[in-house]
């Protein structure tokens, strides 16, 4: 009953959210723009069309995570908030357009986004303070194998509020305890721990009621993707390598292909403008061209806008990017990575069917052997074509390391659906905006078995 009252009173405080920003959306569509419609409508009409935007809000703002009170910084709230209203009202404009058969006023929807902006940040900072002033730390256990850290991560991320860590033990310590460390705690984090010392603990949590937070292994990501099927009366789950059915196939690339082609028309003004900048810079190749791996380990050169030095690997030693402080990173380069605009030439490979809109990124063979070398299962990951975004992408960095981006890449091969991959490329407009998400490798790590393919959380 605590966790029933816990869950209707956070849904009502979400739902005022999406009432208060939808308001400012209403007046303008009464005061602007109902009026010039070619056709008015009646009272239901517009009904409709504000209860249009409020479903577009909510969509989005799921999305974009903006609802996760207990989990997200009052700033990571405002601007997943922010970009759910802007995309609502750019998609309401549009059928504006096309119900008044003119382009409309663009001032008053300005407006309206600045004024639901505010609100939203009015939101974010009053809702975040009722949370954690009705709802205290929840007392928190860590039980990990190949995992340590995640204390750290909890102070890092600013979760201390929701999270207070009042034991912390490796596994094999807390099973010869008999499980001790669950008693008095309301959550358990069990970090890469094996599936049979793991299920114990698990069967314990339930039974105490103790929420878990679990940090898989690779095998559990793998079996995520089991087909629930019976067989000689007996539950039974399917696994097998990737095989999407022929329909999602079929979709997966007439949509690449329909939108990389009108990505290329639309972007092409300023793909011109930053191929001379490049140009002008040092009079080097505007393009770069780079081998790399897709499905069934194939390779096809990927193509990229220019944005180190002609000479960046002069000695033939494959090397990461440290980041912005990475001095073979031109002005331009600097620029056009941070505005992501280097990755736009790759909408001709997707064109090409070299790559997709979404999967698993690229990565090239050298560097992928050396990944193999310590982690044989990295292969998995070419089981889908590679994709100009991906899972590992929207909610991992690049600096994440290589075991943590084979998982989530595993999550995406293991569950394909046209639905995630439409939930991808939208969660990818978000972390334009994140700069955490280019941060670079550190310092002297020029190789891949330079960074760390073990599962170390602080890079998680």
């Known amino acids: 009953m605590k966790t029933l009252k816990h869950d209707i009173a956070v849904r009502a405080v979400k ?34 069309v504000i209860a249009l935007f409020f479903v577009i809000y909510i969509t989005y703002g ?20 922010a970009l759910s209203a802007l995309i609502a009202d750019g998609i309401m404009f549009l059928i504006t357009w096309l119900l008044t058969k003119h382009f409309p006023l ?26 954690f002033r009705c709802y205290k730390a929840q007392k928190t256990a860590v039980i990990y194998d190949m995992r340590e850290g995640m204390e750290r991560l909890i102070q890092e991320y600013g979760l201390e509020k929701r999270f207070c860590v009042t034991a912390t033990a490796d596994v094999d310590s807390a099973l010869n305890d008999g499980l001790s460390i669950l008693d008095e705690v309301d ?46 009366h007996l539950p039974m789950l399917r696994v097998g390598r990737y095989n999407p059915t022929p329909e999602y196939l079929f979709i ?91 990755e736009l030439p790759q ?21 992928a052997v050396q990944y193999e070398e310590e982690l044989p299962e990295f292969a998995l990951r070419l089981q889908a074509k590679a994709g100009l975004t991906g899972y590992a992408q929207v909610y991992g960095k690049y600096n994440t390391t290589p075991y943590d981006k084979l998982q989530m890449d595993l999550m995406y091969i ?6 995630e991959d439409l939930k991808i490329m939208f969660a990818t407009v978000r972390i334009l905006f994140e700069t955490e998400s280019t941060e670079g490798v550190a310092q002297g790590q020029t190789t891949a078995t330079n960074q760390k393919v073990n599962a170390d959380t602080s890079a998680a």
């Open 414 to 419: 293991s569950n394909p659906s046209f639905v």
């Open 106 to 131: 663009v001032l008053p929807m300005l407006v309206i986004f600045v004024v639901q902006t505010l609100l939203a940040a009015l939101w974010c900072m009053t809702a975040h303070q009722w949370y």
């Open 347 to 367: 909408l001709i490979n997707i064109f090409k069917g070299e790559m997709s809109i979404v999967g698993p990124r690229p990565e090239r063979p050298e560097i």
């Open 62 to 81: 799921r999305i974009y995570d903006g609802f996760r009170l207990s989990m997200s910084r009052i700033s990571e709230m405002v601007m997943s908030q």
């Open 187 to 232: 959550v358990a984090f069990l970090c890469g721990i094996h599936s049979h010392e793991r299920n114990i603990i698990l069967k314990q949590c339930v039974a105490r009621n103790v929420q878990v937070y679990l940090i898989p292994r690779i095998g559990d990501v793998i079996m995520s993707g089991a087909e629930r099927m019976h067989m000689f």
């Open 252 to 342: 997966k690339r007439a949509f690449d292909l329909v939108v990389s082609g009108l990505a290329l028309v639309v972007l092409s003004p300023i793909m011109a403008a930053v191929a001379i900048a490049i140009k002008a810079t040092d009079g080097g190749p505007a393009f770069y061209k780079q081998c790399r791996l897709t499905k069934d380990r194939k390779t096809f050169n990927v193509l990229k806008f220019r944005s180190m030095r002609v000479d960046a690997e002069k000695d033939g030693v494959a090397r990461l990017s440290t980041g912005e402080n990475d001095d073979r990173i031109t002005p331009v380069g600097k620029f056009i990575r941070k505005c992501r605009l280097d």
């Open 15 to 48: 739902l005022l959210d999406a009432v208060l920003l939808t308001i400012p959306f209403g007046l303008c569509w009464y005061l602007v723009y109902a009026e010039n419609l070619a056709e008015p409508y009646y009272r239901r009409g517009n009904w409709l």
